[in-house]
Structures are given as C-alpha cells and as structure tokens.
C-alpha cells in the first residue's frame, strides 16, 4: 500500500472511530490482493484488484469483537 492510500486509510479508520461504529464496510477500497490488518483499534479485512489500486472491498471490525468473525473468504474485488 503506498503512502497515499495509507493516509486514506487512517483518515477513514479516525472517523469510524470518531462515530463510535463497530462495524463498518468499505467500498472503492483500493487495495491490492486480500488480507486483513489492524488499524486505529479495528481489524481490517479486505479483498481488492490482484495488481491494479482500484475496486475493492473492506471491513472494519472492533478489534474485540473481531473474535466473532469466523471466517473471511474473500471472492474478488
């Protein structure tokens, strides 16, 4: 992830903390590949375009409930 798509990503991750949510889902991610990582207290999955910062999903859990999710299976972008 590049240093633009990082500063997106934090100012994202501040204001869904901000507002308090435990969940929240992304549209227009624009990450690359799949994973899932930790940011701003949350943990993050995601699933994007395999090369190419554009599409993609992502959501963004309480990282103490994260416990609840069983299972990420990410399809495409």
């Known amino acids: 992830m590049g240093s633009e798509e990082e500063g997106r990503a934090e100012l994202a991750m501040r204001t869904v903390r901000e507002y308090g949510l435990d969940v929240c889902g992304f549209s227009e991610a624009r ?3 799949t994973g899932k990582r930790f940011m701003e207290g949350y943990t993050v999955y995601w699933s994007g375009h395999e ?3 554009r ?3 992502a959501v ?3 990282s103490e409930l994260a416990g609840s999710v069983t299972a990420w ?5």
Request: hydrophobic fraction near 40%; charged fraction near 20%.
């Open 31 to 33: 990450w690359t590949g």
């Open 51 to 53: 090369k190419v910062h």
């Open 55 to 57: 599409h993609g999903v």
């Open 60 to 62: 963004a859990v309480k």
């Open 73 to 77: 299976a990410p399809v495409n972008e």
